[in-house]
């Protein structure tokens, strides 16, 4: 069974900091890329950021500059670390894994980005 999990969302303030995880089991993680998407209300659910089994990184140019993609494939875990955080950057975030024909999504965690 594949399971996806999520964590490390929550309310920050503008230009704060926030690390999500997603502990992925039920794959063989390495070969898989992994991506962050987010969903806010009312908007369709779009790519924050994409890493492939090489380490090769891709962001939507909101957040260039400001998130970081990683994965430890030791850990079977995929991260992203979230700087600078705007208003705007307020969504359900969801982790997924991609090979094939084999995708997979976690349950999302939020992020909520206000003072």
């Known amino acids: 069974q594949v399971q996806l999990v999520e964590s490390g969302g929550g309310l920050v303030q503008p230009g704060g900091s926030l690390r999500l995880s997603c502990a992925a089991s039920?794959?063989?993680?390495?070969?898989?890329?992994m991506g962050w998407y987010r969903q806010a209300p009312g908007k369709q659910r779009e790519l924050v950021a994409g890493?492939?089994?090489?380490?090769?990184?891709n962001y939507a140019d909101s957040v260039k500059g400001r998130f970081t993609i990683s994965r430890d494939n030791a850990k079977n875990t995929v991260y992203l670390q979230m700087n600078s955080l705007k208003p705007e950057d307020t969504a359900v975030y969801y982790c997924?894994?991609?090979?094939?024909?084999?995708?997979?999504w976690g349950q999302g965690t939020q992020v909520t980005v206000s003072s």
């Open positions: 890493i492939i089994s090489g380490g090769r990184t």
């Open positions: 039920g794959i063989i993680f390495s070969i898989y890329t």
């Open positions: 997924n894994a991609y090979y094939g024909i084999h995708s997979y």
